[in-house]
T-cell receptor
């Protein structure tokens, strides 16, 4: 059973399009995150949600809009895609807002904007 | 400010050699957590270890060991008798547990380890 899953795994799209990435966790965690890994492998937090409430928004352009319909899901919608959005996007989850539990990551979604 | 530095960008060793990956962190909090993650060529991020700031005991798990030293703000990772399957990018990360804690992980730049047969 996959603990943290993301769909799609690969996403190739044209500049200007709108796309969504879905994330689901079956660990019973109440906190979920989105991280972006750029071409130099640098990982940076984008958003986090705790019990469906937005906790972190790390100066991400407002073209990125996370949505958490319930504790087990955190989706990422991106409007008007730009070349610089090409990256690997990782979803993660943990139990509790404070880091008593470790964060477990999904397999990543490789986004390529042409 | 929180910061994690992995000064070694790439390391190449021959199988069975021991290798140490360095991690130095900066934080103002007295309570914090340190992590190591492995990212193999397949791309997923694999959790290896979590350590809290009050526990400076070294930890060993099979061929992996971790040396946490608050005096030098370091949390180094050693692989003993390296194997080709250890080839990956390794990330050190920090999370603070202060009153403004948000649970976010601050990652180092990563160290690419190549183990040659």
């Amino acid at each position: 059973d996959t603990a943290v899953s993301q769909t799609p795994k690969y996403l190739v799209t044209q500049m200007g399009n709108d796309k969504s990435i879905k994330c689901e966790q079956n660990l019973g965690h109440d906190t979920m995150y989105w991280y972006k890994q750029d071409s130099k492998k640098f990982l940076k937090i984008m958003f986090s949600y705790n019990n469906k409430e937005l906790i972190i928004n790390e100066t991400v352009p407002n073209r990125f809009s996370p949505k958490s319909p319930d504790k087990a899901h955190l989706n990422l919608h991106i409007n008007s895609l730009e070349l610089g959005d090409s990256a690997v996007y990782f979803c993660a989850s943990s139990q509790g807002l404070r880091v008593f539990g470790s964060q477990y990551f999904g397999p990543g979604t490789r986004l390529l904007v042409l | 400010a929180q910061k994690v530095t992995q000064a070694q960008t790439e390391i190449s060793v021959v199988e069975k050699e021991d290798v140490t990956l360095d991690c130095v962190y900066e934080t103002r909090d007295t309570t914090y957590y340190l992590f190591w993650y492995k990212q193999p060529p397949s791309g997923e991020l694999v959790f290896l270890i979590r350590r809290n700031s009050f526990d400076e005991q070294n930890e060993i798990s099979g061929r992996y060991s971790w040396n946490f030293q608050k005096s030098t703000s370091s949390f180094n990772f050693t692989i003993t008798a390296s194997q080709v399957v250890d080839s990956a990018v390794y990330f050190c990360a920090l999370s603070e547990d202060g009153s403004s804690n948000t649970g976010k992980l601050i990652f180092g730049q990563g160290t690419t380890l190549q183990v040659k047969p």
